[in-house]
């Protein structure tokens, strides 16, 4: 996984935790879409990180489609370094 190419990175803030969310590609040409959760505890970062291999993206996305419709409307939101501006 070291050696992965990055090919998109998104980066989403969110208090505490911030959310890292990576589009990497493998030595075999595969894609691999990586979610990581870092969070400030105490005087430490945890990390946690799930890896979603490109043979099961479309099953996931459909999934989060449905969650989502669920869900139903969202506010809208605003970076922090908006609301101090």
């Known amino acids: 996984m070291i050696d992965d190419k990055v090919l998109h990175t998104e980066k989403v803030p969110a208090g505490k935790r911030t959310y890292y969310i990576d589009l990497k590609m493998n030595q075999q040409g595969s894609r691999i879409l990586k ?18 291999y490109e043979e099961d993206f479309k099953k996931i996305f459909d999934a989060l489609e449905r969650i989502k419709a669920e869900i139903g409307p969202m506010p809208e939101y605003r970076f922090r370094d908006e609301r101090d501006a």
């Open 35 to 52: 979610i990581t959760e870092s969070r400030r505890f105490e005087s430490d970062t945890l990390r946690h990180s799930i890896l979603i």
